[in-house]
Nanobody
Framework: QVQLVESGGGLVQAGGSLRLSCAAS????????MGWFRQAPGKEREFVAA???????YYADSVKGRFTISRDNAKNTVYLQMNSLKPEDTAVYYC????????????????WGQGTQVTVSS
């Protein structure tokens, strides 16, 4: 069983930055693939980024070059550094975990956090 708790969301102006954190419980964090998803009002949840247990990274085209995913296995935490934020990045951001990369990227991860709101004003 893995519990995920996101933090770091908030209100920021366009062009600004935020760093999201996702703290995970459990002693096997380092073996999990971790991902970030987002869901804007009236839209489906979409993949943002993922990082494998070996720290390979994957990004949605819409965030490449602006967002960076990283992990600190000693702290059981995964981060999403978001730069050059745009109003269209406004959404609830969710952390996800699973043992299989494809499962995470496809949005079928076993474990999910409750989300943190990110609002980007124009």
């Amino acid at each position: 069983q893995v519990q995920l708790v996101e933090s770091g969301g908030g209100l920021v102006q366009a062009g600004g930055s935020l760093r999201l954190s996702c703290a995970a419980s459990g002693r096997t964090f380092s073996s999990y693939v971790m991902g970030w998803f987002r869901q804007a009002p009236g839209k489906e949840r979409e993949f943002v980024a993922a990082i494998s247990s070996g720290s390979s990274t994957y990004y949605a085209d819409s965030v490449k070059g602006r967002f960076t995913i990283s992990r600190d296995n000693a702290k059981n935490t995964v981060y999403l550094q978001m730069n050059s934020l745009k109003p269209e990045d406004t959404a609830v951001y969710y952390c996800a975990a699973d043992s299989i990369t494809r499962t995470v990227v496809l949005g079928r991860a076993e474990y999910w956090g409750q989300g943190t709101q990110v609002t980007v004003s124009s």
